[in-house]
T-cell receptor
Framework: QSALTQPASVSGSPGQSITFSCTGT?????????VSWYQQHPGKAPKLIIY???NRPSGVSNRFSGSKSGNTASLTISGLQAEDEADYYC????????????FGGGTKLTVL | EVQLVESGGGLVQPGGSLRLSCAASGFIFSDYWMSWVRQAPGKGPEWVAY????????SYVDSVRGRFTISRDNAKNSLYLQMNSLRAEDTGLYYC???????????WGQGTLITVSS
């Protein structure tokens, strides 16, 4: 089973809004609302920032928002800040093979 | 504060074994499904295995089924991963994670590094 598809890198300037995509199939993203997004700074563990497509855990900035259309989920960061520079991974529940969840390969965000 | 602290990683030869442990604190461990997720250097995470609260449900990614065993001790607030017949492709950082909802991990440990090499 292939990983979810994410662009390798994106960049933006402080204050801008930026959107990450995560493409799956109708065995995962397209059929279930168990899509999550994780932020990972270098040398740190991933941190959950979005769950069930659109929900933010307590303490996560409302600059982060999630959505989904068909087989593609999206993460938007508004008002980009230097501290947002990190790797971002999407994940989805899947019914494919024996897997419980799939992760994407990650998108590296560079804040210019 | 939720804390997950992994231990047991290290350098092991192909075909060798390791047992990872995860000490949980700051929450009622017996209330949660738990998983192990690994991350190879420079790659995205990969779910490895999960276990439910009373160990009645366990599941593994195909590549480790029959070689790895997940278990837990609710009395000790601990999660384990017994890893046998290790291969080079098992190399990576292994995270203990708490599953809050289906396929969603709300807390991650800092990870323990496994290197399989001769």
């Amino acid at each position: 089973q292939s990983a979810l598809t994410q662009p390798a890198s994106v960049s933006g300037s402080p204050g801008q809004s930026i959107t990450f995509s995560c493409t799956g199939t109708n065995s995962d993203v397209g059929s279930y609302n168990f899509v999550s997004w994780y932020q990972q700074h270098p040398g740190k563990a991933p941190k959950l920032i979005i769950y069930e497509v659109t929900n933010r855990p307590s303490g996560v900035s409302n600059r982060f928002s999630g959505s989904k259309s068909g087989n593609t989920a999206s993460l938007t960061i508004s008002g980009l800040q230097a501290e947002d520079e990190a790797d971002y991974y999407c994940s989805s529940y899947t019914t494919s093979s024996s897997l419980d969840r799939l992760f994407g390969g990650g998108t590296k965000l560079t804040v210019l | 504060e939720v804390q997950l602290v992994e231990s047991g990683g290290g350098l092991v030869q192909p075909g060798g074994s390791l047992r990872l442990s995860c000490a949980a604190s700051g929450f009622i461990f017996s209330d949660y499904w738990m998983s192990w997720v690994r991350q190879a250097p420079g790659k995205g995470p990969e779910w490895v295995a999960y276990i439910n609260q009373d160990e009645s449900k366990k599941s593994y990614v195909d590549s480790v089924r029959g070689r790895f065993t997940i278990s837990r001790d609710n009395a000790k607030n601990s999660l384990y991963l017994q890893m046998n017949s290790l291969r080079a492709e098992d190399t990576g950082l292994y995270y203990c994670v708490r599953d809050s909802k289906a396929a969603t991990s709300d807390y991650w440990g800092q990870g323990t590094l496994i290197t399989v090499s001769s």
